[in-house]
């Protein structure tokens, strides 16, 4: 045999081993434990198992779900369930979230949000500018109820008086010339200072800007 066929030979096997080692260290993956693919059905179901069995590399998996027995096949290597069948309890499984946004759209418009509660689904869904909720059975998709949503109101903002309504308010208390108006605002709505003079006297009114209430009268003393 010729030296050049026996490095090339030589070369393959290397690079075969290091294919090998490379597809073993990086890409290898190791079955699922017991407890892992407990952790595993519960997260993907939602239920409680109750019992493990192993045969090779499947799990036989016993769940409970919303009062509904199922065994699951699960392959350990591939983390993929590969058969899933009711043993007692219910004799069908859930309705999706799809089929339910198929069922109610064409009657009650487009559907807003869906939550599955045990085994119920709620739906807002909103129509012609009036938002509904509905209770839909999740195994029959029978509409259980039908609620108006109220519309969300804002809060009514009370009016505030204006300047010249302070004035005529601070006139009422004090006859004379008005010398300056302020305004302060607050989280109560603010208030007016308004500033009155006469021949003897000088005072500053403070009066709420909602309600027109004088709040307070200060007298200048320097008069």
Known sequence: MKKWVLIIIVILLLCSGTLWFIQYRYFHVEPLSKSEAINHIEAIYKAHVTQVKKQGDTYEMFFTRDNVKYIAMLDAKTQQVTDLTIKEGQTKLLLTEKQIRQMVKQKYGDVESIKLTDTTYTVRVEKENQQKD???NAYSGEIV??????????????????????IQIALGQLTGEVDSVDFEETPEGGYYLVEIETQDDEATFQIHAVSGEVLSITWDDDQ
């Open 134 to 136: 509905l209770t839909v």
């Open 145 to 166: 109820s039908v609620e108006n949503v109220e519309p969300h109101k804002p809060p009514v903002e009370e009016p505030i008086i204006t300047e010249q309504q302070a």
